[in-house]
C-alpha cells in the first residue's frame, strides 16, 4: 500500500526572494547605515536592560513578521519554546497537544515543568471540541506547524481556528521551526498567541531562537530574562538577522531540488528505490524507501562518499553537504520499521546529481554487502 504523506506547501523561489526584499526594507527602517555595518554592543544597557542592537532587531523582526512583540532568546527553539510555556503554565496546568508523539525537547520540557498533556486528534475538529469542553482546566494549546506523524495534514490556520471557537481564553503557542522561512506564514501571522523557532536553524548563530507574538505574554520572558547573562548580545543579534535575509532564498532553491528529486526517483531513475515522498519530518525532506531492508547500511556508504551523517541544527549555517539520515524520532515512534526501509535525504546546498550519484553508489554497495552476508549464511 503506497504511503501518503503531506508537505507543506513551500514558497516559490519568487515568493522567498520577495521575503528577502521585504526584510532589508524593513531593516533600513530601523538601523542607520553604519549601524548596519556594525558588530553591535554588549551587556545590560541602563533603562532597556539589553544591548541596543538587540532591541533595534528585536522591533525590526516584529515589524516583519507583523506582530506586536519580538524577543530573542538562548536555548535556541527548544529554549524559545520552553519561555513560551513558561509565559502562561504552571506546574499542574494542562495543554491541548495533537495525538501524536511530541516532538522529544518538547516533552521533556513539559514533562519537567509538571504540564498535563490533554491529546487531542487535530484531524478531527469535533474531537478537539469535546476534549477542549471536557477539559476547563486548559490553559492553551500547542500546535507544531511542520508533521509529527507521516499522515499529518491537519491545516495550522484552521486548526488555530477551532481552538479559537471552542475556547477564546486559551492561549495558543506555535512551534514554527523548520518551518519558518520556507512558508508564507507562521503561527502567530495566523492568530496564534504565540511562535518560537530557532534562528540556528536559519543560518543565525548557535543558540539564539525567537519568539513572537502578544507584548503581554512576551513581556513577562522579558522580565524574567533581565540578568546580563540571559541576553542574547548585540553582535548575535546582528548575526541573527543577516542569516534571515539570506534563509528564504536559500531554502527555496533546496525546496526546488526536493521536487526535482522526488519526480526523478519516482520515474525509477535509481535502482533499488521502492518510492520516494515529500514530507516534513521535521524539515522538509526527501525520505527513501527502498526495495530491501537496506537503510542502515546505505547511511554507511553515503557517509563513506561525502554526505553528512547527522545534523547540526538541521539545516544550520554549518551545513551545506547533503545530508542522509535516520528517519526522524516522532516518526520512528510511530512505526519502528521504517529504521530498516527508509531514510531522509535533505539536499541542503547540494543539487540533484550530487545526491543521486551517492543514492545510487550507496545502494549498489549496501545491496552487495547484503548478498554477501545471505550467500555466507547460506554455507554455513
Known sequence: MKMQTYPLKSISIEEAKQK??????????????????????????????????????????????DVEKALLVRGAGTGALRF???SFLKPGDQLLVHDAPIY??????????????????????????????KHPKLKGALIQHTRQKIDDHYDLAETIKIIRSANPALVIITDDNYAAMKVDKIGAQMEADLSAFSLFKLLGPEGVGIMLGKNELLEKIEKLNYSGGSQVQGYEALESLRGLIYAPVMLAIQASVN??????????????????????????????????????????????LGAAPNPVGAESKYEFAPMFYRVSGTFLSADPAL?????????????????????????RQATEQLHATHSREDTI
Open 20 to 65: 528577502q526584499f521585504k526584510l532589508v526594507d524593513v531593516v533600513t527602517r530601523h538601523f542607520r547605515g553604519d549601524e548596519i555595518l556594525s558588530c553591535g554592543d554588549l551587556g545590560v544597557v541602563k533603562g532597556i536592560n539589553k544591548p541596543c542592537y538587540t532591541k533595534k532587531v528585536e522591533e525590526a523582526l516584529a515589524d516583519f513578521f
Open 84 to 86: 513560551g510555556f513558561m
Open 104 to 133: 522529544p525537547t518538547s516533552k521533556t520540557t513539559l514533562e519537567s515543568m509538571g504540564i498535563l498533556p490533554v491529546y487531542a486528534d487535530f484531524h478531527h475538529h469535533e474531537e478537539m471540541k469535546t476534549a477542549i469542553a
Open 259 to 304: 521536487d526535482q528529486l522526488v519526480h526523478e526517483l519516482n520515474s525509477g531513475t535509481v535502482q533499488g528505490v521502492k518510492r520516494a515522498y515529500l514530507a516534513n519530518a521535521q524539515s522538509k525532506v526527501l525520505l527513501v524507501e527502498f526495495t530491501k531492508p537496506i537503510a542502515e547500511e546505505v547511511l554507511h556508504h553515503a557517509n563513506e
Open 339 to 363: 529504521a530498516k526501509k527508509m531514510i531522509r535525504i535533505n539536499p541542503l546546498r547540494s543539487g540533484v546529481e550530487t545526491i543521486l550519484r551517492i543514492l545510487k553508489i550507496s545502494i
